[in-house]
């Protein structure tokens, strides 16, 4: 029943108390009338709001919040609860580039996208196989698994039913070990204190901010947090992140239990010392000018420094380097991007001698050449990923790579390379038995090409010849980037295990020069290439599936018992029926995506 609008707010008001005191008074058995309106219950939805004892003193923002959080929550076994938003709204956080990324060469959604962690809360008194929880009176285990699909801001909201409600939500923030929020521009930092203090089982937090955050934010989470271990912050847009060396520094210091900690747009750190028994894994970028760089964490086995691409950077990175050879002597992968990465960098890292390296990635070094290649086959002979891309080796340096590291080299990525030609490709691929990865994106590019496609190239390069050929015969190949190689005009893949290929911008690429016998091959990207090369790739993909899969029909015998193989006479009249008589067939899922 709609209110009339010609009665104001407080007479309504005044007649909703006075009914709902009458009530009160003549209590009988049952009540089939509204509690707020006092209309009868059948067929009625009430649009008052409800009771100023109901509305829960968490501040709600006023725009989505797009996060996820993992718990258990039984009292017999452990479950995974995974409150996940919109499709579209499941992003990375991390902006960073960096071989280290393709550890999983089957795409994964990295990472955070979609959390699988087992979150033991077997001390949690949570009683969901026993609890009823009004209204409805059905048990509490139900109503977990339907808030556990509801992003945040929805479970907050949720909690503004009832009290069986606002309880059971407070259970599931209390079992919560990972969280990831995005911040509002909006939002004040008073925002993230009050999720924070719901979680106080908080092991992993992921912050997407969107505007301008210091110190404050640290200080928050180190008082809302006291056992986190992974800490990721990400910024958005036009946001700044003005914490500085020091601040973080301490903050470091402090968690003792912090094993993880990646952080994006670290510009005014200017300096940091770092001390920390426990931590593992770190990730910075946009690094600049950094005047002190003390590495005090005798764990840590992984780091990404990524700085940022102004020919003003000041940064000392020899002296980066033998910091971590004296402090660092566990790390197993590095992955350094920088414009002032040079051959007396290399010789620093490979005085150093890490002995248990897997993982090396040196991105954007111009002044890298094959003696610098040389210098890291000498001294680490057991690498499993090699990133040179920016750099100014030649087929010569990929000759060394494939003479030392056969038998380990499995990701090999050398984009943005001008001086490596399709014939030195053709040869690591030829000499490297184990690669599964393989990027050699603007490396077979065309000098006429638009330079503002290149992006990620420090200055002009010189580049390889015009109309080459590449033919690549591998059986573990599984990933390839050609991305960029617009000097190349005939291509020829023999690669059964091929799941993912990049062909952009490869816009001199001919159709009838290219032959694809990759079975297996699941995702090309195409932008950029003309569309008569779509379609041929379409068709090839279409008949090597076709040609892997049994198109004999079968036939039932006439007591209907089992089926045989029909004859392939058989099928043949089947097929010209079909097109005689002008059924139509059922049509075929498609196999491959081409992302134009």
Known sequence: MQPQPHISPATATAAISAALESQRIRKNRGSYNCGRCGQPKKGHVCLLSPAPSDVPTTPIATEPVTSCISAAASSSRSTVLSLTAAPSSRQSFTHLRRALSFDDVDARSNSLDEPDL????????????TDIVQPGRFHAVGLWEVLKRLPPSSLLMAARVCKGWRETSRKMWKA????????????????????????????????????????????????SCPNLEVLEISTSGAAVNRITGDELGRFVANKRGLTSLKMEGCS?????????????????????????????????????????????????????????????????????????????????LTAVNFRMLRMLSLVLGIDITDASVAAISSSYTNLELLDLSGSSITDTGLGMICDVLPDTLSKLLVALCPNVTSSGIQFATAQLPLLELMDCGMTVSDPNLDNTIIEESPSPYKTSGYNQKMFIKHKRLKKLSLWGCSSLDALFLNCPELKDLNLNLCSNLQPESLVLQCPKLELVYASGCQDLLTGAIRKQVSENHAANENHMPRKRLADASKRIQALPSLYQETRDDEIYTGKRRKLEREVCTIIQ
């Open 268 to 348: 005014n750190l200017g300096g940091f010392s770092l001390s920390s028994s426990s931590l593992s894994t770190l990730w910075l970028s946009d690094l600049h000018s950094l005047s002190k760089m003390i590495f005090n964490c005798p764990n840590l086995t992984e780091i990404s420094l990524e700085f940022s691409r102004q020919e003003d950077d000041s940064t000392d990175l020899v002296t980066l380097v033998d910091g971590l050879g004296r402090t660092c002597t566990r790390l197993q992968n590095i992955h350094i991007a920088s414009l002032k990465l040079s051959h007396p960098v290399v010789l620093a």
């Open 118 to 129: 087992d979150a033991a809360s077997t001390d949690l008194d949570l009683h969901l196989d």
């Open 176 to 223: 919560a070990e990972e969280l990831r929020i995005r911040v509002p521009e909006r939002a004040q930092i008073g925002y993230i204190g009050s999720l924070l203090q719901k979680c106080p089982r908080l092991i992993r937090l992921s912050l997407k901010i969107e505007s301008d955050f210091d110190a404050t934010t640290l200080a928050c989470i180190a008082f």
